[in-house]
């Protein structure tokens, strides 16, 4: 074997190996929205949707699309929160929603590190405690309507199972 042959060979592998722990650091989660996933107090609702999100941990960014149907009144706004199921918890990242629309529209958030709001009370006092909560399941999508201002419509974070 020709020596370019060998060098070919092991540059290939080099590449390989590094190019895999870059592509390792996208994490997929998806939220099913729904009233009766609200707390602590279930929501009696036509309304539901999803968001996904992707976790870029290396660049340290969270994007999330998604999307609501049949909400009965305007939205007025919604958070990505830190809580276990079941458990109502204090908003660590703003969604961008249309304000006052009803029925069916999307809505977009994007956290990083300039734009989380810390909660030292829980244990988040970074972007890394946040990125945990996130990964391990202690997050939930938020969307809150006028007519149920603590919440219309609520899902778990969880990751993508596809």
Do not use: W
């Given at each position: 074997?020709s ?6 060979t092991?540059?290939?592998?080099v590449?390989?190996l ?5 592509f390792?650091?996208?994490v ?11 707390a602590?107090?279930k929501v009696t609702?036509?309304?539901?949707g999803?968001?996904d999100?992707?976790?870029n941990i290396?660049a ?8 609501v149907f049949?909400?009965?009144?305007g939205?007025t706004?919604g958070h990505?929160h830190?809580g276990?199921e079941g ?9 961008v929603?249309?304000?006052n ?8 958030i994007s ?7 810390l909660?030292?009370e829980l244990g988040i006092r970074s972007f890394?405690d946040f990125l945990?909560?996130l990964?391990?399941?202690n ?11 603590g919440?219309?419509?609520r899902?778990?974070l969880r990751?993508?199972?596809e």
């Amino acid at each position: 074997m020709s020596k370019r042959v060998i060098l070919a060979t092991g540059l290939a592998a080099v590449l390989a190996l590094t190019a895999a722990p870059a592509f390792a650091q996208q994490v997929q989660m998806n939220a099913d929205l729904s009233g009766g996933n609200e707390a602590p107090n279930k929501v009696t609702s036509g309304a539901l949707g999803n968001a996904d999100c992707s976790v870029n941990i290396s660049a340290r960014t969270i994007t999330c699309t998604g999307t609501v149907f049949n909400l009965p009144s305007g939205v007025t706004q919604g958070h990505i929160h830190v809580g276990a199921e079941g458990v109502a918890g204090p908003v660590v990242c703003n969604a961008v929603v249309p304000v006052n629309a009803s029925n069916d529209f999307n809505f977009a958030i994007s956290c990083d590190e300039s734009n989380i709001i810390l909660r030292p009370e829980l244990g988040i006092r970074s972007f890394e405690d946040f990125l945990q909560a996130l990964l391990g399941g202690n997050t939930y999508v938020n969307i809150h309507s006028a007519v149920n201002p603590g919440g219309e419509v609520r899902g778990q974070l969880r990751r993508r199972t596809e």
